[in-house]
């Protein structure tokens, strides 16, 4: 088993005594990543060189006896949606194939200073709008447990480096499920923040009302460790909450006492995979058996969510995405007569399918006459679902639900119609438009061996009593221990 | 916007002209196939958004963001910013000093 399928914990413990060395670590992930990214396609950089560089250059503080970070020497994959100085940044898009940015993103900022090995970048649906990572430029990424399924997404290369032993760690980008999803698709754990833990400066945005950075990890402490490390206020962005960040990592191994779980019944309903379901109810066994009161809460609103977020979303990222003008970076075409047209053919021609979709959905949902009837109506319907929230959280603790109302699916098979794909991110958009945190924990397999995810959302900012109650199932369950077979055809 | 559109929502109801307006607005080339594609598909997204109207939303204050922080203020000190070489690293036209664009008072340009 290569080293860099163990948990980042116990990594960190062999690095700081003695037994391993960040070089032999960042040559096994790069092993890895040689001999298996072929088939799963993870990555959309490799920053071999710089990666050992930087291995050495912390081998040697650290043979010299000078302090050091908390990740010292940990590999840790980044998604291509954070701007890093270094390396390309393309977020999945011929819009910014080749470019270099000129600064690095708060959240690489802070993996430098906590002295992580920065391996890559990984691959995702292009800026970050999809759920399978089917629409990449750069090709799909797929599911190490089946490589003829996705990867999910949109950070499905996070999930899928973390999940192969590409990387013990990685950092994804969640705006209605994009860590919580690829997660449960690659058997790995993946958090989502409450809004405002996280800085967004230099996280390339899609729908910045929605979007948070958040950590892969392949068991719970790691998810901790990351986030500790990532969180945290930045005057850089305006949304960052000045709240301290507390030491997730240290009361992992206290149960959250009395643990109230909340089980919406609507999420149980047609539709839901019925592996999907039997791994949720088995999973609540478990807290039951552990003392955890299990009830059932009321989210009238929920009905609503897929088509608030799919109106709000698109909106924001209409805005946002009328950046890229072909003036200030990114491509331009030659093939144009005069500026405005040289806008449309620069844009037209670099941007993919879903893109272009959501753009014309947000910059329709937001014109002169529909305004009120969509977008308005949309953040209406917001507040209500955070009202639910709200609600739901002063009678428990956690909502606990399936992450996705199936196991990976096989690639192609949503491609073609866009509204499936969006209806099958219910369970996930609802924590993004009321700004919650929710973490995805390996909760089982399908029969034919497709991992399957628990998720648990909390009220905001308390992130650290959901880690504690992720942890209280993880101990319980081995399905986190479990290793990819790459079975399948990278077809 | 100066352009407007017919001021009924048009559920599941999109045309073609209605695509290619908002694609005009958006500045977004799009080609044949894709604009005849988007016309069913954002129609049938739209219909399925219609779904909103059901939700009593009278009296309710429309929610822009989670975290509803307003006026978050710092003092306006200079601080470290890019230089112009920074700026125009990714430019895809620039003369070392300014970006440069194809003429802005050009007829066809609106």
């Given at each position: 088993m290569t080293a860099c399928r163990e948990p980042a914990s116990v990594l960190i413990e062999r690095l700081s005594n003695g037994e391993t060395t960040s070089l032999e670590l960042t040559e096994a992930c790069l092993a890895e990543i040689t001999s298996h990214d072929g088939a799963v396609g993870a990555f959309l950089h490799v920053a071999g060189d710089s990666a050992?560089?930087?291995?050495?250059?912390?081998?040697?503080?650290?043979?010299?006896?000078?302090?050091?970070?908390?990740?010292?020497?940990?590999?840790?994959?980044?998604?291509?949606?954070?701007?890093?100085?270094?390396?390309?940044?393309?977020?999945?898009s011929r819009m910014?194939?080749?470019?270099?940015?000129?600064?690095?993103?708060?959240?690489?900022?802070?993996?430098?200073?906590?002295?992580?090995?920065?391996?890559?970048?990984?691959?995702?649906?292009?800026?970050?709008?999809?759920?399978?990572?089917?629409?990449?430029?750069?090709?799909?990424?797929?599911t190490p447990w089946q490589l003829d399924c996705v990867a999910g997404g949109s950070s499905g290369g996070s999930a899928a480096a973390v999940s192969a032993g590409f990387?013990?760690?990685?950092?994804?980008?969640?705006?209605?499920?994009?860590?919580?999803?690829?997660?449960?698709?690659?058997?790995?754990?993946?958090?989502?923040?409450?809004?405002?833990?996280?800085?967004?400066?230099?996280?390339?945005?899609?729908?910045?009302?929605?979007?948070?950075?958040?950590?892969?990890a392949r068991d719970v402490?790691?998810?901790?460790?990351?986030?500790?490390?990532?969180?945290?206020?930045?005057?850089?962005?305006?949304?960052?909450?000045?709240?301290?960040?507390?030491?997730?990592?240290?009361?992992?191994?206290?149960?959250?006492?009395?643990?109230?779980?909340?089980?919406?019944?609507?999420?149980?309903?047609d539709g839901l995979d019925p592996e999907v379901r039997e791994a949720v109810e088995r999973a609540l066994d478990i807290y039951r058996g552990l003392g955890a009161d299990v009830q059932e809460i009321e989210l009238p609103h929920s009905r609503f969510a897929v088509a608030c977020y799919y109106l709000v979303a698109p909106s924001e990222a209409s805005s946002n995405l009328a950046r890229y003008d072909g003036i200030h970076y990114g491509r331009r075409t030659d093939d144009h007569d005069g500026l405005v047209e040289m806008y449309s053919n620069s844009r037209g021609a670099a941007f993919g399918t879903e893109v272009k979709r959501r753009i014309m959905l947000g910059t329709y949902a937001l014109s002169a006459g529909y305004y009120d009837a969509y977008y308005l109506k949309a953040q209406k319907v917001r507040r209500l679902i955070q009202q639910d929230y709200s609600q739901a959280f002063a009678d428990v603790d956690v909502i606990a639900s399936p992450v996705a109302p199936t196991p990976a699916v096989r690639l192609g098979q949503l491609t073609d119609d866009p509204l499936q794909m969006y209806l099958a991110d219910a369970y996930t958009i609802s924590a993004n438009l009321a700004g919650l945190p929710g973490v995805s924990i390996p909760a089982g397999f399908s029969q034919d061996g497709r991992p399957i995810?628990?998720?648990?959302?909390?009220?905001?900012?308390?992130?650290?009593?959901?880690?504690?109650?992720?942890?209280?199932?993880?101990?319980?369950?081995?399905?986190?221990?479990?290793?990819?077979?790459?079975?399948?055809?990278?077809? | 916007m100066s352009e407007t559109h017919s001021a009924e929502p048009s559920h599941g109801q999109l045309t073609r002209e209605d695509v290619l307006k908002v694609a005009r607005l958006a500045r977004l080339g799009l080609d044949e196939s894709e604009v005849e594609e988007f016309t069913g598909q954002l129609g049938q997204v739209l219909g399925y958004v219609g779904i909103l109207e059901e939700a009593d939303t009278e009296g309710v204050e429309p929610l822009a963001g989670a975290s509803e922080r307003t006026d978050v203020l710092r003092e306006d000190e200079p601080g470290e910013s890019l230089t112009r070489d920074q700026a125009l690293s990714g430019a895809p036209r620039h003369d070392d000093r300014f970006f440069l664009v194809p003429p802005v008072l050009d007829t066809s340009a609106e």
């Open positions: 050992r560089q930087a291995a050495e250059s912390i081998d040697r503080r650290r043979a010299a006896g000078e302090p050091l970070g908390r990740l010292a020497g940990l590999p840790v994959a980044v998604k291509d949606v954070l701007v890093t100085r270094d390396q390309p940044t393309t977020c999945g910014l194939e080749g470019w270099t940015p000129p600064y690095d993103a708060h959240t690489v900022e802070k993996l430098r200073d906590a002295d992580a090995v920065l391996i890559g970048k990984t691959n995702m649906d292009e800026f970050a709008m999809g759920s399978t990572t089917e629409n990449s430029a750069f090709g799909p990424t797929r990387a013990p760690l990685a950092v994804g980008s969640d705006t209605g499920g994009s860590i919580r999803q690829p997660a449960s698709f690659c058997g790995v754990v993946g958090l989502k923040p409450s809004y405002g833990r996280v800085s967004r400066y230099g996280l390339v945005a899609y729908a910045s009302s929605l979007d948070q950075v958040g950590p892969f402490a790691g998810a901790a460790m990351l986030l500790e490390v990532l969180a945290g206020h930045d005057r850089r962005d305006g949304t960052s909450v000045d709240q301290p960040v507390p030491p997730y990592g240290q009361q992992l191994e206290k149960p959250v006492d009395g643990l109230r779980i909340g089980i919406c019944p609507d999420h149980f309903g995810g628990l998720q648990l959302l909390a009220n905001a900012f308390t992130e650290d009593r959901l880690l504690r109650a992720a942890a209280m199932h993880e101990r319980e369950t081995d399905w986190h221990l479990a290793t990819p077979t790459f079975a399948g055809d990278a077809c | -």
